[in-house]
């Protein structure tokens, strides 16, 4: 049975840091790229990034990139979403996943196969 479980959540201000992690089981966790997407109140689920089966690669969505970290451990089955200058818009509940592909080519546009429940960041001003 496939879990991915997101924890590190909670409440922020504006240019604080986070970091979020997502344990995983149920499945062959070093094949596959991982994921993070996330949901604002009101709006659209969006893609936030990925990191690919050996974590060489990472992606990132333009409102993130060069605030945002992802990194992954193999050996304990866990990916971490490193969140840094966070602001008011990055509130939204965070998950993380699989789209149960080596590199994660399709996650953008494709979503995940597999999602966690969420973990909720609210950032304030």
């Known amino acids: 049975q496939v879990q991915l479980v997101e924890s590190g959540g909670g409440l922020v201000q504006a240019g604080d840091s986070l970091r979020l992690s997502c344990a995983a089981s149920?499945?062959?966790?070093?094949?596959?790229?991982m994921g993070w997407f996330r949901q604002a109140p009101g709006k659209e689920r969006e893609f936030v990034g990925c990191?690919?089966?050996?974590?060489?690669?990472?992606y990132y969505a333009d409102s993130v990139k060069g605030r945002f970290i992802i990194s992954r451990d193999n050996a304990k089955n866990t990916v971490v979403l490193q969140m840094n200058s966070l602001k008011p818009d990055d509130t939204a509940v965070y998950y993380c996943?699989?789209?149960?592909?080596?590199?994660?080519?399709?996650?953008?546009?494709?979503?995940?196969?597999?999602w966690g429940k969420g973990t909720l960041v609210t950032v304030s001003s």
């Open positions: 996943g699989t789209d149960r592909d080596p590199f994660g080519a399709a996650m953008r546009r494709n979503g995940m196969d597999y």
């Open positions: 149920g499945f062959v966790f070093s094949r596959y790229a």
């Open positions: 990191i690919s089966w050996t974590g060489r690669n990472t």
